[in-house]
């Protein structure tokens, strides 16, 4: 913001002059990259409108995650189906992939510890 100005006044000013901006209620903002993705916790969302173009300003609390493919054996899934009691095998996929592989985290997941 511009020091000394009224937040109101600011708007004002700038719808005046054709932009346009209004707040956007959200949880969590990803952006998937090819190598990571980019992850904001507890964003501060803005759209703003000018001259034809939408562009969105976000803060929040952000971390990288570097996107890392783990290999996931049959043996392993068919360990999570047993312990877990998950008759899905899909289902028991996905746990170990967003486990990064881990079979006591996904175990976890499962159940509902997590």
Do not use: H, Y
């Amino acid at each position: 913001m511009m020091p000394n100005v009224d937040p109101r006044q600011l708007k004002r000013m700038m719808e005046s002059m054709g932009i346009r901006s209004s707040e956007i209620e959200a949880l969590r903002v990803v952006i998937e990259g090819k190598d990571r993705d980019i992850v904001i916790d507890n964003p501060q969302v803005m759209q703003i409108d000018a001259q034809g173009t939408r562009s969105f300003q976000i803060n929040g609390d952000i971390k990288e995650v570097d996107k890392v493919k783990t290999e996931i054996n049959e043996d392993d899934i068919a360990l999570v189906m047993e312990k877990s009691g998950v008759d899905d095998r899909e289902k028991a996929r996905e746990a170990l992939e967003d486990a990064n592989g881990d079979i006591a985290a996904a175990l976890i997941a499962l159940k509902g510890g997590a």
